[in-house]
């Protein structure tokens, strides 16, 4: 509400921040409040559906654009162009950076459409950690080095990218690369009330490296046999099923918005 009647009284036309953040001031904001905004840029996290629909029906003129970037990048790797923006996508790699999408094991690059590893490179990447002796964040490819992202992305064949998400969080099962993202927006889709200030479930994975089983921490009352009916109808196979449902007060989440995997899996473990 307060940063509400600040963009209000200082006229402000432009700003940033995470999702979740953007979200908790669309909630609290009147149609007057945010009138000047012409765009809003997201970052750090996926932009949920509900965020572009809410701001198109309610400020038609404002635009949102989706970037996507990493500390180590300087942080900017891609944005959308106010001019062309695509909804739901990251926009375009950054003029200065090369790119490249290729699979896991970094053999070559993959096709238009598919979800590949992002690798980068250009005067904007970070040179390397201080005092860290760690494995390398580079990696070679076709006779060049390149910083791995860790995180997948898809090509539309035109440049413009779509994020998939982190490769930690997905799982290997039944032979498949499983997607945890994509059964939480499924999940979202059906349970994530219109009004919520925040996050309401969160998908994890079982420590195990062979057949982990897939958790769902929910702050709902809700049954297993309804969530996988929910992911069946959402278009995703049986693997992506939940095994488990933990219910919870709250999501923990991150300074920065996001959800805290590393505290749910800790809650796991306990």
Known sequence: GMLARLIAAYKVSILGGTPTFLNGI?????DAQLA??????????????????????????????????????????ALNDDRTPRAGSIGRILPSLE?????????????????????????SIFGGYLNYDGPSP?????????????????????????FAGRLKRFVKL????????????????????????????AVTGTAQELNPELVLFATLDLEREAV????????LSPLHNIRQIVKVDHIPILGTGKTDYRKLTEMLRA
């Open 228 to 235: 996988n009916r929910c992911i069946r109808d959402g278009g």
């Open 99 to 123: 790119y490249a999408l290729t699979d896991v094991a970094l053999k070559d690059r993959v096709a238009a459409g598919q979800d590949g590893l992002l690798l980068v490179r250009g005067p």
């Open 26 to 30: 669309v909630r609290a904001a009147t």
């Open 36 to 77: 000047t905004l012409r765009l809003v840029v997201a970052g750090a996290e996926k932009c949920p559906a509900q965020l572009y629909e809410t701001v198109a029906s309610r400020w038609p003129a404002m635009k949102l654009l989706e970037g996507y970037g990493i500390t180590e990048c300087s942080p900017a790797v």
């Open 138 to 162: 580079f990696v070679e490819f076709e006779g060049k080095s390149w910083y791995r992202t860790g995180d997948l992305v898809r090509d539309d064949g035109q440049g413009v990218l779509t």
């Open 174 to 201: 039944g032979g498949e690369m499983i997607s945890l993202p994509a059964i939480e927006e499924v999940l979202n889709k059906s349970y994530l009330p219109a009004d919520a200030g925040e996050q309401v479930l």
